[in-house]
């Protein structure tokens, strides 16, 4: 697509459920990556992937996240059993080479 | 010590003036750097990179980037009210082409 495409747009759930996130990279990106950007926060690097292989995954907070891409393109994040700490804003960015990311327009994400 | 450092802000400017913006990292191999501006509730867009020493201009902004000293700044010309964002400095620090973000200066250009 044109751009890079996240959904939902907002997500409330209750404690305790899980959740799915998930990114529609640019076409031919191959690179793609999860950043989370909590309320005046910075962005908070979780995970890369290169194609469909994730050779970094070290800012993942705990093992209720995890993350999978398939062909080569569409993401999915998923949280297992969510907490209050885990209400962010899940932006999600693909690239080509080394000229810089395009960000989606994020999933607000509020545990309740 | 932050591996990519910038002053939080609020840095206000009166419209028409240069604002400039600056970006400290520790990583010394960093090779590519960019500029990114963040408008509240929005999300980061890529409004420069830089990847050698020295200046690199587009429009009315500028990046300067000097490896030596792990310094790299951006410099908008005629500010404008539309130009008020926070932007964030983000550096590659090696691991294929993950970057890591400052945590942004917020811009305010006022009338």
């Known amino acids: 697509g044109a751009g890079v495409s996240q959904s939902p747009s907002n997500k409330v759930t209750e404690k305790g459920k899980d959740v799915e996130l998930r990114c529609d990279p640019i076409?031919?990106?191959?690179?793609l990556y999860w950043y989370r950007q909590s309320l005046g926060q910075g962005l908070e690097f979780l995970i890369y992937?290169?194609?469909?292989?994730?050779?970094?995954k070290s800012g993942l907070p705990s093992d209720r996240f995890s993350a999978e891409r398939t062909g080569g393109s569409v993401s999915t994040l998923t949280i297992q059993r969510t907490q209050q700490e885990d209400s962010a804003v899940y932006l999600c960015?693909?690239?080509?080479?080394?000229?810089?990311?395009?960000f989606g327009s994020g999933t607000r994400l509020t545990v309740v | 010590q932050k591996e990519v450092e910038q002053n939080s802000g609020p840095l206000s400017v009166p419209e028409g003036a240069i604002a400039s913006l600056n970006c400290t990292y520790s990583?010394?191999?960093?090779?590519?750097f960019f500029w990114y501006r963040q408008y509240s509730g929005k999300s980061p867009e890529l409004i420069m990179s830089?990847?050698?020493?020295g200046d690199k201009e587009d429009g009315r902004f500028t990046a300067q980037l000097n490896k030596a000293s792990q310094y790299v700044s951006l410099l908008i010309r005629d500010s404008q009210p539309s130009d008020s964002a926070t932007y964030l400095c983000?550096?590659?620090?090696?691991?294929?082409?993950?970057?890591?973000f400052g945590t942004g200066t917020r811009l305010q250009v006022t009338l």
């Open positions: 960015a693909s690239s080509l080479s080394h000229y810089g990311y395009t």
């Open positions: 076409s031919g990106h191959t690179a």
């Open positions: 992937f290169q194609g469909n292989s994730a050779p970094d």
């Open positions: 990583d010394r191999v960093s090779q590519s």
């Open positions: 830089i990847y050698s020493n």
């Open positions: 983000a550096v590659n620090t090696g691991t294929a082409s993950k970057l890591t």
